[in-house]
């Protein structure tokens, strides 16, 4: 699967910068990359050391910023720089200063729209990467009418997405292995093989991981029988903000990822478990916009990563800066894609916005004309308003039946029981040329 880094000696005495300044360059380099030994053993080429001396140096300086976080089995990592860096960005960033940038919207119904998407978004990618088959479109059609899953994969969805609620809803509560076992039932219900595996943790130890492909095992979670002392520990580790040793809460927040990932407590849904462990913790440490973020979007599209990460760290010795540095990357990738979404969305209000000039038209109502504007050959019914800005259906008849009065649409009835709404003939005379 990877190539395993050399058995080495580490020794104490890093090259001094003085006597070899690129030597010293490449190795803030590596790690700040947190780069794994395959990567690593490229890079030697031009400062002077053989590929194995320079991993000696890399392991060096990396054992000398090393935080021990779960002694049982070794877990540890290397605080570098970029980790620092990075974690006060995002304290800047996910925190309540961030409403000063103006493109997040001041609205409430709007807040709630977006919210409700990046849900969607999260639930729909999250149980993607366990196996869950089907499009967005109908996943999201499915959540939006709520309708009763059809098959698995749809269930794994709404699973995701009735958690996330339930998370939401109790982030300020003390987490208890009690309600692990809730989180992973929410999670899983429906969906294993054999029912009495929802909420529960395993009671066997014929659970590995492996490559679906060539059947290698790489890695065995630990003995079924510590278990439960793990829910206790782990319970302490997610509660506790004063254990002697301050982590920053959001390396805190991925280390609890990786460890239930790393224990593996459940037969089936230890990965969904443990994303939305992490998105727990990080509400409960009042970091809000990750609310807001697909983050299991960004880390579906580099699923290969996402799982070398644990790979590396295992290899390593347990060495748990790839995934605190991989996971990092996500989260500034998942907050950047919120920005471009949120300037979308402004930009689309913005637009919206300019047929408030034909007078007595509400908000609701210039994006209904901006719609219809963008897609000149939409029909859209009551119920499609509806789910769009969340209101009953009798509002959103409303606000078309408004257009219809202005001429703006006109109503159809395209089946003989249902009724539609079109542009009108006159619309573009009525809206005028708006760019």
């Given at each position: 699967?990877?190539e395993?880094?050399?058995?080495?000696k580490?020794?104490?005495?890093?090259?001094?910068?003085?006597?070899?300044?690129?030597?010293?360059?490449?190795?803030?380099?590596?790690?700040?990359?947190?780069?794994?030994?395959?990567?690593?053993?490229?890079?030697?080429?031009?400062?002077?050391?053989?590929?194995?001396e320079l991993?000696?140096?890399?392991?060096?300086?990396?054992l000398?910023?090393d935080?021990?976080?779960?002694?049982?089995?070794?877990?540890?990592?290397?605080?570098?720089?970029?980790?620092?860096?990075?974690?006060?960005?995002?304290?800047?960033?996910?925190?309540?200063?961030?409403g000063?940038?103006?493109?997040?919207?001041?609205?409430?119904?709007?807040?709630?729209?977006?919210?409700?998407?990046?849900?969607?978004e999260?639930?729909i990618?999250?149980?993607?990467?366990?196996?869950a088959v089907?499009?967005?479109?109908?996943?999201?059609?499915?959540?939006?009418?709520?309708?009763?899953?059809?098959?698995?994969?749809q269930?794994?969805?709404?699973?995701?997405?009735?958690?996330?609620?339930f998370?939401?809803?109790?982030?300020h509560k003390?987490?208890?292995?009690?309600?692990?076992?809730?989180?992973?039932?929410?999670?899983?219900?429906?969906?294993l093989?054999?029912?009495?595996?929802?909420g529960r943790?395993?009671?066997?130890?014929?659970?590995?991981?492996?490559?679906?492909?060539t059947?290698?095992?790489?890695?065995?979670?630990?003995?079924?029988?510590?278990?439960s002392?793990?829910?206790?520990?782990?319970?302490?580790f997610?509660?506790?903000?004063?254990?002697?040793l301050?982590l920053?809460?959001?390396?805190?927040?991925?280390?609890?990822?990786?460890?239930?990932?790393?224990?593996h407590?459940?037969?089936?849904?230890?990965?969904?478990?443990?994303?939305?462990?992490f998105?727990?913790?990080?509400l409960?440490?009042?970091?809000?916009?990750?609310e807001y973020?697909?983050?299991?979007?960004?880390?579906?599209?580099?699923?290969?990563?996402?799982e070398?990460s644990?790979?590396y760290?295992?290899s390593?010795?347990?060495d748990?800066?790839?995934?605190?540095?991989?996971?990092?990357?996500?989260?500034?990738?998942?907050?950047?894609?919120?920005?471009?979404?949120?300037q979308?969305?402004?930009?689309?209000?913005?637009?919206?916005d300019?047929?408030?000039?034909?007078?007595?038209?509400s908000?609701?109502?210039s994006?209904?004309?901006?719609?219809?504007?963008?897609?000149?050959?939409?029909?859209?019914?009551?119920?499609?308003?509806?789910?769009?800005?969340?209101?009953?259906?009798?509002?959103?008849?409303?606000?078309?039946?408004?257009?219809?009065?202005?001429?703006?649409?006109?109503r159809?009835q395209?089946?003989?029981?249902?009724?539609a709404?079109v542009?009108s003939?006159?619309?573009?005379?009525?809206i005028?040329?708006?760019?």
């Amino acid at each position: 699967m990877i190539e395993q880094p050399p058995h080495i000696k580490i020794e104490n005495g890093v090259t001094d910068d003085r006597s070899n300044p690129d030597l010293m360059d490449r190795i803030i380099h590596i790690n700040n990359e947190y780069l794994y030994w395959s990567d690593v053993k490229y890079r030697a080429k031009g400062v002077g050391v053989s590929a194995e001396e320079l991993w000696r140096q890399v392991k060096n300086v990396r054992l000398m910023r090393d935080v021990i976080v779960w002694p049982e089995f070794g877990l540890h990592f290397s605080l570098t720089d970029r980790m620092q860096r990075m974690c006060h960005e995002f304290d800047l960033n996910f925190g309540g200063s961030w409403g000063a940038m103006k493109l997040f919207p001041q609205d409430k119904v709007n807040q709630e729209l977006y919210l409700i998407s990046s849900i969607m978004e999260e639930a729909i990618s999250s149980s993607q990467m366990e196996g869950a088959v089907t499009t967005r479109e109908a996943a999201k059609a499915m959540l939006r009418k709520r309708m009763e899953p059809r098959d698995r994969s749809q269930r794994m969805i709404f699973n995701n997405y009735q958690t996330i609620q339930f998370i939401a809803e109790n982030k300020h509560k003390p987490l208890t292995p009690e309600l692990l076992l809730k989180v992973h039932s929410l999670m899983t219900d429906g969906t294993l093989e054999n029912h009495e595996d929802v909420g529960r943790f395993r009671t066997h130890d014929s659970i590995v991981v492996g490559n679906s492909v060539t059947g290698e095992i790489v890695h065995r979670p630990p003995t079924h029988e510590c278990l439960s002392a793990f829910a206790e520990r782990l319970c302490l580790f997610f509660n506790s903000s004063s254990s002697g040793l301050f982590l920053h809460p959001v390396i805190k927040g991925i280390i609890i990822h990786f460890i239930v990932a790393y224990y593996h407590p459940f037969v089936d849904g230890n990965g969904r478990t443990a994303r939305a462990l992490f998105y727990w913790y990080m509400l409960k440490e009042n970091y809000w916009l990750v609310e807001y973020l697909s983050i299991s979007r960004v880390i579906y599209k580099s699923k290969a990563r996402y799982e070398k990460s644990f790979l590396y760290a295992e290899s390593d010795g347990n060495d748990l800066g790839y995934f605190i540095t991989y996971n990092l990357d996500v989260l500034a990738k998942a907050f950047d894609g919120l920005k471009k979404y949120l300037q979308k969305k402004q930009l689309e209000r913005t637009r919206a916005d300019r047929f408030m000039h034909l007078g007595d038209i509400s908000r609701q109502q210039s994006e209904i004309i901006r719609m219809y504007y963008d897609n000149g050959d939409i029909a859209l019914e009551a119920k499609d308003i509806a789910l769009q800005f969340r209101v009953s259906r009798v509002t959103a008849k409303s606000y078309l039946d408004g257009l219809a009065a202005k001429g703006i649409l006109t109503r159809i009835q395209p089946n003989g029981r249902t009724h539609a709404y079109v542009r009108s003939d006159n619309f573009d005379k009525i809206i005028g040329n708006i760019q």
